[in-house]
């Protein structure tokens, strides 16, 4: 079985605090995803990779930074945490696809609950 | 708008009732078309994809309208264990998914 796992379910921390939020896959996978989820704006996308030290911004990057040095882990930052950055942070990974109309499933990490006070 | 629009929902079911899903999504190059399912604090899990001839799995039905733009998903016969939010989801240029914001069913005893 995939197997995507998150450094923390529940985390709570205070504004202006540099918070790191961590992604391991053991499945090989080149891509790598980082989501936040919000009642009623579905899963939006913050930044993806598609290799080790590789990074591209997704649809809500700001505020935002991430790092990939190894291929299993794709870590998130939050260099000055807001009190609008309180979300539910999805981390996803899978294998490339092959061509533009390609697909590979996403795998989804249990997720990480973050509170900024 | 939003790319993949989804009624929030709730359903409210009976057992053993057949429920249907729209999704609407505004982009008309998007290329392929899933449904996730997302089990109350838990991660997203792919259901199904959705195929241009309609496709089905088991309960599940899944149909696309290139025409007008919408994806459905049929549940028939519902179970308790159907309860969950069903997330549609488009593949858009550069391989990269866009979610609804998710239909939540509840289905009673």
């Known amino acids: 079985d995939v197997k995507v796992t998150q450094s923390s379910r529940y985390l709570v921390k205070r504004t202006g605090e540099k918070v790191f939020l961590e992604c391991v896959q053991d499945?090989?996978?080149?891509?790598m995803f980082w989501y936040r989820q919000d009642p009623g704006l579905g899963l939006r996308l913050i930044y993806f990779s598609y290799d080790v030290k590789m990074k591209e911004k997704g649809d809500i990057p700001e505020g935002y930074s991430v790092s990939r040095e190894k291929k299993e882990r794709f870590s998130l930052i939050l260099e000055s945490a807001s009190t609008n950055q309180t979300s539910m942070y999805l981390c996803a990974s899978s294998f490339p696809g092959q061509g533009s109309s390609s697909y590979n499933e996403q795998f989804f990490g249990p997720g990480t609950r973050l509170t900024v006070l | 708008r939003k790319e993949v629009e989804q009624d929030p929902g709730p359903f409210n079911v009976p057992e053993g009732a057949t429920v249907a899903f729209n999704c609407t999504y505004s982009n008309s190059a998007s290329q392929s078309f899933f449904w996730y399912r997302q089990d109350c604090r838990k991660e997203p899990k792919l259901l199904m994809s959705?195929?241009?001839s309609g496709n089905e799995d088991g309960r599940f039905t899944a149909q696309l309208n290139r025409a007008s733009q919408y994806i459905s998903l049929l549940i028939r016969d519902s179970k308790l264990s159907d309860s969950a939010t069903y997330l549609c989801v488009v593949l858009g240029a550069g391989n990269m998914l866009t979610f609804g914001g998710g239909t939540r069913l509840m289905v009673k005893p």
């Open positions: 499945m090989d996978h080149e891509n």
């Open positions: 959705v195929y241009s």
